[in-house]
C-alpha cells in the first residue's frame, strides 16, 4: 500500500452521445477509488465506446471479434521515458447496458465495477487462475463497498 494523498488525473471521452450513460466525475470517483493507496500518481484515459468500436479495439488487440465489456491498455512507455501514464481504460457502454440488464444489476454499479475492475488491471492485479480471481474479487467488493454499492459478483 501506497500511503499519502494521490494525484489521479482522469480524462474521460465518449464515442457515443452521452444521454444515460454516467458522467466523467463518476469514472474519476470510480477510478480514484480503485487506484488509492496503490499508487502515489498517475494519468487515466477513459474511452466509452459504442460496439462498433468496441469490437474494432477487441479484435485488433486481443484477436477477439465482438466487443467486450471493459479493455485495459497498460501504458508501455519507452525505457528511460519517466512519467505517470497509468494507462487507457476502453468500456463499451452497449455491452454494459446489456449485461446490467441481464444480470439485474443498476447500470451505474455495473460500469462502477468495470471502471474499477479495469483500473486494477492497469495496477498489475489479473484473474488468470483461480487464486488471483478470487483476490482480485474481494479487492473489487471491498472497493466498491466503500463506495456504497453492491455485491458485483
Known amino acids: 500500500m501506497t500511503r499519502g494523498p494521490l494525484q489521479l488525473d482522469v480524462g474521460v471521452s465518449y464515442g457515443l452521445p452521452r444521454k444515460g450513460l454516467p458522467a466523467a466525475t463518476s469514472f474519476r470517483r470510480w477510478a480514484l477509488a480503485a487506484a488509492q493507496g496503490r499508487i502515489r500518481k498517475a494519468d487515466?484515459?477513459?474511452?466509452?465506446?459504442?460496439?462498433?468500436?468496441?469490437?474494432?479495439?477487441?479484435?485488433?488487440?486481443?484477436?477477439?471479434?465482438y466487443a467486450t465489456n471493459v479493455l485495459s491498455f497498460p501504458a508501455e512507455l519507452p525505457e528511460g521515458v519517466d512519467l505517470p501514464l497509468l494507462g487507457d481504460l476502453v468500456i463499451c457502454a452497449p455491452v454494459v447496458a446489456r449485461e446490467a440488464s441481464e444480470q439485474g444489476k443498476p447500470l451505474a454499479a455495473h460500469y462502477a465495477h468495470l471502471t474499477v475492475h479495469g483500473v486494477l488491471h492497469l495496477l498489475g492485479l489479473d484473474h488468470e487462475d483461480e487464486r488471483e480471481a478470487e483476490a482480485m474479487e474481494q479487492i473489487e467488493r471491498e472497493i466498491l463497498a466503500g463506495l456504497g454499492l453492491p455485491e458485483p459478483y
Open 44 to 65: 487515466l484515459a477513459i474511452r466509452i465506446v459504442d460496439e462498433k468500436e468496441g469490437r474494432s479495439l477487441n479484435h485488433h488487440y486481443r484477436g477477439k471479434d
